[in-house]
């Protein structure tokens, strides 16, 4: 796969972890592992807790984070990695607070 839009996370989300750990290795190696070691330790798949990322971002983004999201995506190779990897960070950060 090559780049994604946000469009795509969302799908990917529904699909399979395979794909979606294929794609964001190659793309943020970073953000895969970060999803791989998230996901394991709640026992959940990278594609759960990435689909649960992403509805956390939908719901709980304030307008700051969401022009933040958008500004990073806009300059970024792969905007699909970009929002992959700030949702999975806004997540881990709502947790931590709670």
Do not use: Y
Request: proline share 3%.
């Amino acid at each position: 796969m090559t780049e994604i839009t946000l469009g795509d996370v969302l799908a990917l989300s529904q699909q399979s972890s395979a794909q979606l750990n294929a794609w964001l290795h190659a793309a943020d190696p970073e953000a895969a592992q970060r999803l791989g070691e998230e996901a394991a330790r709640r026992e959940e798949s990278p594609a759960q807790f990435l689909r649960i990322a992403v509805s956390d971002f939908i719901s709980e983004a304030d307008e700051e984070a969401w022009a933040s999201l958008l500004s990073a995506a806009r300059d970024a190779g792969d905007p699909g990695a970009v929002c992959a990897a700030r949702m999975i960070a806004f997540r881990l950060k709502l947790e931590s607070v709670s």
